[in-house]
């Protein structure tokens, strides 16, 4: 596997990145992929996540290396981006969703695929816009939009409906929209140690399954 850089991002808090990120890395390390995760976000949950889970289960057989990020530094930054680089794994970055901040800019100017997981709240569609308009505009990575938590009953309303066709008709321009998650207990509470279950891998499987297909491609648009 060469060198691949996913960064999980978006401006609007509570969309499940983090819990995404944790998901994609195991499905990646199940899939026989090399993965590395690099928590970059400032609350740091999956690093306390994983953190708690060895205080109760200190043998366990890790699924992949977990490396805190601190943006704080730019020469930090510049030194640990250089250290990344040169690792043939996919690098999967839970990545906050200030893309103005100078220190950050330098994590996703390297990415070769950015998910940005969304809601069809009006909030959360406003912030994913604003973000993907400014990320275009000075990035390159390949995007893909991915419906996370979103139960069958919601998507059925028709208020939600036409706020999800409205969304879509946006951002179809700047990616690809994924298949959705279904809002799931079993989803929500995620493992950085465990393998995922049988729920978890249907629930991510489709939506998971054209960004691994960009992966393998090794294209980047």
Same mark, same amino acid.
């Given at each position: 596997?060469?060198?691949?850089?996913?960064?999980?991002?978006n401006?609007?808090?509570?969309?499940g990145k983090?819990?995404?990120?944790?998901?994609?890395?195991?499905?990646?390390?199940?899939q026989?992929?090399?993965?590395?995760?690099?928590?970059?976000?400032i609350?740091?949950?999956?690093?306390?996540?994983?953190?708690?889970?060895?205080?109760?289960?200190?043998?366990?057989a890790?699924?992949?290396?977990?490396?805190?990020?601190?943006?704080?530094?730019?020469?930090?930054?510049?030194?640990v981006?250089?250290?990344?680089?040169?690792?043939?794994?996919?690098?999967?970055?839970d990545?906050?969703?200030?893309?103005?901040?100078? #220190?950050?800019? +330098?994590?996703?100017?390297?990415?070769?695929?950015?998910v940005?997981? $969304?809601?069809?709240d009006? %909030? *959360? !569609?406003?912030?994913?816009?604003?973000?993907?308009?400014?990320?275009?505009? #000075?990035?390159? +990575?390949?995007?893909?939009?991915?419906?996370?938590?979103?139960?069958? $009953?919601e998507?059925?309303? %028709? *208020? !939600?409906?036409?706020l999800?066709?409205?969304?879509?008709?946006?951002?179809?321009?700047?990616?690809?929209?994924?298949?959705?998650?279904?809002?799931?207990?079993?989803?929500?509470?995620?493992?950085?140690?465990?393998?995922l279950?049988?729920?978890?891998?249907?629930?991510?499987?489709?939506?998971?399954?054209?960004?691994?297909?960009e992966?393998?491609?090794?294209?980047?648009?």
């Amino acid at each position: 596997m060469d060198n691949k850089i996913i960064l999980f991002s978006n401006l609007k808090g509570g969309v499940g990145k983090s819990c995404l990120s944790v998901l994609f890395s195991t499905y990646l390390h199940e899939q026989g992929i090399p993965v590395m995760v690099v928590d970059a976000d400032i609350q740091q949950s999956i690093f306390r996540h994983r953190q708690r889970e060895l205080s109760e289960n200190p043998y366990a057989a890790l699924p992949w290396q977990l490396q805190p990020f601190n943006s704080d530094d730019l020469e930090t930054v510049k030194s640990v981006i250089e250290s990344l680089k040169q690792v043939p794994a996919c690098i999967v970055v839970d990545c906050p969703g200030n893309i103005i901040d100078p #220190n950050l800019k +330098a994590i996703y100017s390297i990415a070769d695929i950015a998910v940005v997981p $969304i809601h069809y709240d009006p %909030d *959360s !569609v406003r912030a994913t816009l604003r973000f993907v308009r400014l990320f275009k505009k #000075n990035f390159r +990575a390949r995007m893909f939009f991915l419906p996370n938590n979103i139960s069958g $009953i919601e998507e059925n309303r %028709d *208020s !939600v409906k036409e706020l999800r066709d409205n969304t879509f008709a946006v951002l179809k321009d700047f990616g690809y929209l994924t298949a959705r998650v279904k809002r799931c207990i079993t989803v929500a509470d995620y493992s950085t140690i465990l393998p995922l279950t049988y729920f978890q891998k249907n629930a991510v499987k489709y939506p998971f399954k054209p960004i691994i297909e960009e992966l393998e491609k090794g294209g980047v648009e």
